[in-house]
């Protein structure tokens, strides 16, 4: 095999590993949003949970926003 297809193989199996791991990730979720019967509170979970994140990141980058 030629180095430089070799090389192109990288970024491929960056990008599927990567949806791989947003499936396994996701799936759970989705699964519990069918059983829950009140979707609001599951949809205020992962709201303030994403704003939380993003919080901590901006204060661990020093980034003013």
Do not use: C, H
């Amino acid at each position: 095999m030629n180095f430089w297809e070799n090389l192109l193989r990288y970024p491929r199996f960056f990008i599927s590993s990567m949806v791989g791991l947003f499936l396994v990730l996701v799936t759970p979720l989705l699964k519990l949003a069918k059983e829950i019967p009140n979707k609001a509170i599951l949809f205020s979970f992962l709201v303030f949970g994403f704003g939380g994140l993003l919080l901590i990141l901006n204060q661990m980058m020093n980034t003013d926003y």
